[in-house]
Structures are given as C-alpha cells and as structure tokens.
T-cell receptor, first 114, second 112 residues
Framework: GAGVSQSPRYKVAKRGQDVALRCDPI?????LFWYQQALGQGPEFLTY????????KSGLPSDRFFAERPEGSVSTLKIQRTQQEDSAVYLC????????????FGPGTRLTVL | GENVEQHPSTLSVQEGDSAVIKCTYS??????FPWYKQELGKRPQLIID?????GEKKDQRIAVTLNKTAKHFSLHITETQPEDSAVYFC???????????FGRGTSLIVHP
C-alpha cells in the first residue's frame, strides 16, 4: 500500500519567506510526528498529533513554526519568516495507534533557506 | 528526559565481516528500541526493533540485543554486503513518553 508521502521534496526559500510543508500519512494511522533532521544528525522531534489533536509541540524551535492536522489525516508544517538556521530535512512519520508503535517515515522535505 | 548515545559514528568493514553498533540510554523506563537504516537522500526505514520484555531478536543477518540492567542495546549485522552501506540510527521510546529519542547515527561503509 501507499506509504507516507511528503511534498514538496525540495524547497528553496529566501530568508524571510513563509513556507508550508505537507505530509500525507498512511491511511488510518492515528499518530503523526514531525521531525527536523540536520545534516549528519539524527531526527529531532518537533511535534506530535493524535488524530487532529496536537498533543505535544515542545520540540518546535520558535513561534515561527506552526503545525496543524485539522481533519486528522493530512498535516501541514508552516514556517514563517524563514531563517538560514531553518535549513534542514523535515521528516514526517505516522504510526497506527499510539506514538509508541512502529513509525513509518516519509521521504522528507529538504528546505534550503538562502 | 531520555538521552541516547550511539557509537561509533563511523564504521568501515570489509564485505563479509560483521558490524556492531552500540547505543546506551538513560531512562530506565524506556521500553521500545527501534533501529532505522537511512540511505543517502532516502527516508529512515525500520529494520528491526526490540521491546524490553526480550533480550535478543534476530531477522536473517540482523540481530539486536538488549541489556536492561546496563541500559544498552546493540545492532549486529553479519556477513555484511555493500548494500548494507548506510547510516543507522537507534532510538529509545520511554514508557512514559511517546516521543522517541534518536542516536546521532552511525555511518556504515562496507568495502567490496
């Protein structure tokens, strides 16, 4: 079946621009995570949804980062007024039930801020 | 919170040799330990996982061992092949948290 998909795969933004990154989880998966992965590092947690509820956003680095999942399926990560330090790969993952189940990752969006 | 240390950061082996990657964790309540393989420019993919109620799990050439007392777990790859070359990440899920903590990754290079 279809896995987790993300779009766009690559995004180049000028500093100060707003960007929106989309994640389509596996159908029926309750939990959805966003991670930030810097070059040569492991994924760092950003935020977690269970259905449409954002249960944890403690990993969001600043109030410029905002995530939503209004209907409990597709999720969007928005970054306002992008900065160079926001350049990274943004990974989305979903799991069937609780966040403690196996997570399936999307291919990521590589964001480059010039 | 949980802290996961992963070693080595780089591992170079000859084809056919074994490779071992080790991770330690700090939270004794952690109870789920997945390992992911990430090829260059690709998504992390789960290759094996272990829960705290078992000490070892094998899947063909890959095995994971868990020592709860010492709070460490290891990935073992036998008869390595060039296609095993990738970055491998360990992670720990605390029993009280749904947020996994990842290690910093090990770049495995298998020379033909």
């Amino acid at each position: 079946g279809a896995g987790v998909s993300q779009s766009p795969r690559y995004k180049v933004a000028k500093r100060g621009q707003d960007v929106a990154l989309r994640c389509d989880p596996i159908s029926g998966h309750v939990s959805l995570f966003w991670y930030q992965q810097a070059l040569g590092q492991g994924p760092e947690f950003l935020t977690y949804f269970q259905n449409e509820a954002q249960l944890d956003k403690s990993g969001l680095p600043s109030d410029r980062f905002f995530a939503e999942r209004p209907e409990g399926s597709v999720s969007t990560l928005k970054i306002q007024r992008t900065q160079q330090e926001d350049s990274a790969v943004y990974l989305c993952a979903s799991s069937l039930a609780s966040g403690r189940d196996t997570q399936y990752f999307g291919p990521g969006t590589r964001l480059t801020v010039l | 919170g949980e802290n996961v240390e992963q070693h080595p950061s780089t591992l170079s082996v000859q084809e056919g040799d074994s490779a071992v990657i080790k991770c330690t964790y700090s939270d004794s309540a952690s109870n789920y330990f997945p390992w992911y393989k990430q090829e260059l420019g690709k998504r992390p993919q789960l290759i094996i996982d272990i829960r705290s109620n078992v000490g070892e799990k094998k899947d063909q050439r890959i095995a994971v061992t868990l020592n709860k007392t010492a709070k460490h777990f290891s990935l073992h790859i036998t008869e390595t092949q060039p296609e095993d070359s990738a970055v491998y990440f360990c992670a720990a899920h605390s029993g009280g948290s749904y947020i996994p903590t990842f290690g910093r990754g090990t770049s495995l290079i298998v020379h033909p």
